[in-house]
């Protein structure tokens, strides 16, 4: 099986995963889709796992065409002029290196190896299944019954008589005589035939908040789909659009290291606020 299967299989994998956690949170609860969220967790983690094999195949192919176009031995600069090193490696190393220096500044640097692959596999199963769950349900509130939300009417009860023992018989009055039944047909005729009194439908207030939250999920779920479709869109598209123009390497390239370093940003970020508590809570003597 070549390479390019392999990727349009994940890929596939990772839209039908999409599509069917937008069915699965609209339309079951979690306590009812016990499985499917293990199997959807199990799936991102097999993806995290081909991407990551994926990132450093790249970066080592992006060093062995750089040594063989110098022609002899490489030196550290030479890595920076590597974009494929550089958007990769570095932001995943520099991500990767300052939890291990916050680990080692709190002096609990044991779940780094403990626990830190389990959390690589997990983070995917977070930012998907979550965020997906999320936006299904941004108000907490269900599809309700769909509309079928209708006063169920009373058809009355059959009250038994004393003194009818267990057997639990009742006695029921038939017409019998001929006239009595023609009268009876005469009367169902005539209701039929008779339009019923219009009933102005009235919608209480707290249906009318349930339709206006209902009605808001659906907007905000369905501008987070399409937005994400068009972004979906434009990056497959690049190659195709950028072959005139000869930048689509480029405009990729860029793409993933915008990704790349945003989430070496964000780790920074988070770095410094836990330095920072650090700091705070060694000086304030807490």
């Not at 937008?22 to 796992?49: C, D, E, N």
């Amino acid at each position: 099986m070549s390479r390019s299967y392999i990727y349009l299989f994940f890929v596939i994998s990772s839209v039908l995963f999409f599509v069917y956690h937008i069915l699965i949170f609209l339309l079951h609860r979690p306590q009812g889709s016990k499985w499917f969220y293990t199997a959807s967790m199990i799936g991102f983690a097999v993806i995290t796992i081909y991407m990551t094999v994926a990132a450093f195949l790249l970066a080592f192919k992006g060093i062995d065409a750089l040594a063989r176009d110098k022609g002899g031995p490489l030196n550290f600069g030479d890595f920076f002029t590597n974009s494929i090193f550089r958007n990769i490696v570095l932001s995943l190393l520099a991500t990767l290196g300052l939890y291990v220096l916050a680990s080692l500044l709190f002096f609990e640097p044991w779940h780094m190896i403990t626990s830190f692959a389990q959390y690589m596999l997990m983070a995917p199963s977070y930012i998907n299944v979550l965020n997906v769950y999320a936006f299904a349900n941004v108000h907490d509130i269900s599809w309700g019954t769909k509309g079928d939300n209708a006063p169920v009417k009373d058809l009355g009860t059959v009250a038994k008589p004393s003194g009818t023992g267990a057997s639990g018989s009742v006695e029921a009055e038939l017409p019998t005589d001929e006239k009595d039944i023609n009268a009876l047909y005469e009367d169902a005729i005539h209701v039929l035939n008779s339009k019923p009194p219009k009933v102005e439908q009235k919608v209480d207030v707290r249906t009318q908040e349930e339709d206006y939250y209902k009605g808001f999920r659906t907007n905000v779920l369905l501008a987070w789909v399409l937005t994400n479709g068009l972004l979906a869109a434009a990056i497959t598209t690049t190659n195709t659009r950028a072959n005139l123009l000869g930048s689509a390497s480029k405009a990729v390239g860029g793409y993933m290291a915008f990704l790349l370093f945003s989430v070496a940003g964000l780790a920074f970020v988070r770095f410094v606020g836990s330095s920072t508590y650090m700091i705070v809570r060694l000086f304030a003597g807490e």
